[in-house]
């Protein structure tokens, strides 16, 4: 079953612009995770946030987590080319560290 | 060595072959995972193994069966398949079955059934 829903669900920016994707998702979680996954290849994990943490950095990402509306946003800043890829973020629910992905956002950032 | 790897990179069969799909980390993780994603679609769970036995079975079909047979190897055994199981199948793995692991994936094996 799928948890999260993403838009957009594509999205085409130029170097050096931001580019924030929104995740939302039916019920209570442990934690939110993104993924980076390049053209059919395997995914990248990018940064995780527990239900309890509103908001997370790493390096160019920003994560926040709005558990009464049940969404995340992720903020990537100063994008690059190396940056297009499709973006899933991940619930994980339960006990035992299943992941459930969201429809996913297709990132292209042109030079 | 902080990798997933998979084998083989791409593989084609008919409905009536016997294949199998490989996965092995030496990272010590104790966690791995088959996940099956279809074209432009999120990866979907399979099967999940915590120190060799197998802990979800996501109502897979039986034509999948999965195999752990040491804590670095991770099979999965393919027989009868239709051509809707044409997909990417990703192998994944973490430190344990507990809560706030990252998973790390493997590139994944490209199948084609016939």
């Known amino acids: 079953s799928q948890q999260g829903e993403e838009d957009p669900q594509a999205l085409s920016i130029q170097e050096g612009e931001n580019a924030t994707m929104n995740c939302s998702y039916k019920?209570?979680?442990?934690?939110l995770q993104w993924y980076r996954q390049n053209s059919g290849r395997g995914l990248v994990h990018l940064i995780l946030i527990r239900s309890n943490e509103r908001e997370k950095h790493s390096g160019r990402l920003r994560v926040t987590l709005d558990t009464s509306k049940k969404s995340s946003s992720l903020l990537i800043t100063a994008s690059r080319a190396a940056d297009t890829a499709s973006y899933f973020c991940?619930?994980?629910?339960?006990?035992?560290?299943?992941?459930?992905f969201g429809t996913g956002t297709r990132l292209q950032v042109t030079l | 060595d902080t990798e997933v790897t998979q084998t083989p990179k791409h593989l084609v069969m008919g409905m009536t072959n016997k294949k199998s799909l490989k996965c092995e980390q030496h990272m010590g993780h104790r966690a791995m995972y088959w996940y099956k994603q279809k074209a432009k679609k999120p990866p979907e769970l399979m099967f999940v193994y915590s120190y060799e036995k197998l802990s979800i079975n996501e109502s897979v079909p039986s034509r999948f069966s999965p195999e752990c047979p040491n804590s670095s190897l991770l099979n999965l055994h393919l027989h009868a398949l239709q051509p809707e199981d044409s997909a990417l199948y990703l192998c994944?793995?973490?430190?344990?079955?507990?809560?706030?692991?990252?998973?790390?994936f493997g590139p994944g094996t490209r199948l084609t059934v016939l």
């Open positions: 019920t209570s979680i442990n934690n």
């Open positions: 994944a793995s973490s430190l344990r079955l507990a809560i706030s692991n990252e998973q790390f």
């Open positions: 991940a619930t994980e629910t339960g006990t035992a560290s299943k992941l459930t």
